[in-house]
């Protein structure tokens, strides 16, 4: 089955030390994702890749960055993780939307749980 | 801008009764709506969409009606069971790439 992959399920991490979390996809997508998400929030979008466009929300942080080095597989680098970076990451993927076209469904991986201590 | 609001829960339900769960869209033009749901420790799962008005998302028993007029995408489903305790987002997207959702709505279904 196609799908999104993320690697691995739970995380742990020391205050400081930089951190990689990944996420790769057998549907072919264009668009990738990278979300956070709090305990009881909604997820919020960090950054996301039009193809190999970088794109990146107005309030991620400057400790967060990420890599697209192919189609199918993205990464999400936290430099210098600290306590309030403990979270869900969530990976999602999509069809690009076409000029003047409907937004497309994004289908998101199982995640990723980070514990920072 | 966009925003999403949709009903505060949890919601406790017995199995079989009937579940609703109202969401409400703030948005200019037309963008696309979607439910999703979250089982603990997961990822969100594509519950249903629909991508213009009056149109019905369903499946698996949900369904969801895209009303314009009230700028509305309320969750249906007729009978719930046990295993659709879950948390449940309704999204809208509009420029294609970030999903507004709302805060989410806990199901609580006891047998």
């Known amino acids: 089955d196609a799908m999104v992959i993320q690697n691995p399920r739970y995380q742990v991490t020391q205050f400081g030390k930089p951190v990689t979390l990944s996420c790769s996809q057998t549907l072919n997508h264009n668009v990738m994702y990278w979300y956070q998400q709090k305990s009881s929030q909604a997820p919020k979008l960090l950054f996301h890749?039009?193809?190999?466009?970088?794109?990146n929300e107005a309030d991620t942080p400057d400790n967060f960055q990420s890599r697209r080095p192919n189609t199918s597989f993205c990464f999400l680098d936290i430099r210098s993780p600290g306590l309030g970076d403990a979270a869900m990451y969530l990976c999602?993927?999509?069809?690009?939307?076409?000029?003047?076209?409907?937004?497309?469904?994004?289908?998101f991986g199982p995640g990723t749980r980070l514990t920072v201590t | 801008g966009n925003s999403v609001t949709q009903m505060e829960g949890p919601v406790t339900l017995s199995e079989e009764a009937f579940l609703t769960i109202n969401c409400t869209y703030t948005?200019?033009?037309?963008?696309?709506l979607f439910w999703y749901v979250q089982y603990p420790g997961e990822g969100l799962q594509l519950l249903l969409k629909?991508?213009?008005?009056?149109d019905k998302g369903s499946n698996k028993g949900f369904e969801a009606t895209y009303r314009k007029e009230t700028t509305s995408f309320h969750l249906e489903k007729g009978s719930v069971q046990v295993s659709d305790s879950a948390v449940y987002f309704c999204?809208?997207?509009?420029?294609?790439?970030?999903?507004?959702f709302g805060k989410g709505t806990t199901l609580s279904v006891s047998s």
């Open positions: 629909a991508t213009k008005a009056d």
């Open positions: 948005a200019t033009g037309y963008p696309s």
């Open positions: 999602a993927t999509s069809r690009k939307r076409l000029a003047g076209g409907r937004a497309y469904e994004q289908y």
């Open positions: 890749y039009y193809d190999k466009d970088f794109n």
């Open positions: 999204a809208l997207n509009q420029a294609g790439t970030a999903l507004i």
